[in-house]
């Protein structure tokens, strides 16, 4: 069982990299410090976009709009990080 706590521990804690640097990238590209003409930032940026959308896009229909600010990054990050402390406390 400690296995998959470790195993489970180590995917969300990917996932929320994977969140992270998908934010800093698309705030990159707005403010055109990189380029997605660049063939490796386009793939970076699509394989993150693919990644982390299907989650995002759910909390955005739930979250109001809130102008140009997007909150569903930090509300699944903390959603995240509160199923990961709750995992020991279930499967242990």
Same mark, same amino acid.
């Given at each position: 069982?400690?296995?998959?706590?470790?195993?489970?521990?180590?995917?969300?804690?990917?996932?929320?990299? $994977?969140?992270? &640097?998908?934010? &800093?990238?698309?705030?990159?590209? $707005?403010?055109?410090?990189?380029?997605?003409?660049?063939?490796?930032?386009?793939?970076?940026?699509?394989?993150?976009?693919?990644?982390?959308? #299907? $989650?995002?896009?759910?909390?955005?229909?739930? &979250?109001?709009?809130?102008?140009?600010?997007?909150?569903? #990054?930090?509300?699944?990050?903390?959603?995240?990080?509160?199923?990961?402390?709750?995992? #020991?406390?279930?499967?242990?």
């Amino acid at each position: 069982m400690q296995s998959l706590l470790w195993l489970l521990d180590t995917v969300i804690g990917l996932y929320i990299t $994977a969140l992270i &640097v998908s934010v &800093v990238l698309s705030w990159l590209v $707005a403010f055109n410090v990189v380029n997605t003409t660049n063939r490796f930032v386009y793939m970076v940026g699509d394989f993150l976009y693919r990644m982390t959308e #299907p $989650a995002l896009g759910r909390i955005r229909q739930v &979250v109001p709009n809130l102008g140009g600010i997007d909150i569903s #990054p930090l509300i699944l990050i903390l959603g995240l990080a509160f199923v990961r402390r709750l995992l #020991p406390e279930i499967l242990l």
